[in-house]
């Protein structure tokens, strides 16, 4: 059986796949690719089926080597590629030998990139899912240096294209769309107005629970406490010390403090390329 040994895992390197559902009422978030249309691109490349695990790679660093001969493509956020030290490119299918180097470098743009390899990676499902949920610490376990990573047998379906076009990943300036709710009546009239209007700078302190945010304090006009009640993906829940959290894959399954707004299903992926520094703007 082909596998990939990793080399190197750079920032933060897991195992991700379409997301473990149906478990929610047992308090166990879905999970799954935090961004889930460049990791069913990559999928796509390769003839996968939909749901096959890949791997998330977060601001590049990730070396692998093959072990047989493997077919893989990289998506995402667009890093420089090579395979033994020659340039390669991303959105495009790429046949590793037996013993190929397959290395990732720093995107210019967006947060996360994914490397699918045909057959996926076949490591043993929990709870029918291969998603590390990060939160909940469920799941298959972060891959380390030395770790070996089984891939499946080959689908039937073989590759369509060599190469295919993809909108662009990440940007320094991002707008989203959002719906007011679900408790926007606890803030001030002002506060939903400077949230539509300023800037939101996403830092340093995020990872796949959420985009913790930097930007003008929101007035609260109620000031109880709120029991807690379900969280969603995209959720925009607003702390004690005024500053967002932009709920991503692996947010927590309820939550006490009040969601100002919810970015649309559509551009979550979108907000999950964030990185550091990228400015937000939301919109109705």
Known sequence: ????????????????????????HLGIGRSGAADAASYALANRLVANPDGAAALEV?????????????????????????????????DTVLHLPDGAELELGIPATGLRSYVAVRGGIDVAPVLGSRSTDTLAGLGPPVP???????????????????????????????DLRVV???RADWFTDAAVEVLLHAEYEVTARSDRVGARLAG?????????????????????????????????????????????????????????????????????
């Open 1 to 24: 059986m082909a596998a990939v040994e990793v080399l190197r895992t750079g920032m933060g390197t897991t195992v991700q796949d379409a997301g473990r559902h149906g478990h929610a």
């Open 58 to 90: 977060v601001l590049g660093g990730l070396r692998l080597r093959a072990r047989g001969a493997v077919t893989v493509a990289v998506t995402g956020a667009p890093c420089p590629v090579t395979v033994d030290g020659r340039g390669a490119a991303v």
């Open 144 to 174: 380390r240096p030395g770790a070996v990573l089984p891939v499946g047998p080959p689908p039937r379906a073989l590759p369509a294209a060599d190469w295919v076009a993809h909108p662009p990943v990440g940007a320094a300036r991002m």
């Open 180 to 182: 007011l709710g679900p």
């Open 216 to 284: 003008p304090a929101l007035e609260r006009r109620e000031h109880g406490e709120l029991p807690s009640e379900g969280m969603v993906p995209g959720s925009l829940q607003i702390p004690p010390d005024g500053d967002p959290v932009l709920f991503l894959t692996d947010h927590p399954v309820t939550g006490g403090y009040p969601v100002i707004a919810v970015v649309v299903a559509a551009d979550v992926a979108r907000a999950a390329q964030a990185r550091p520094g990228t400015r937000l703007r939301f919109h109705l």
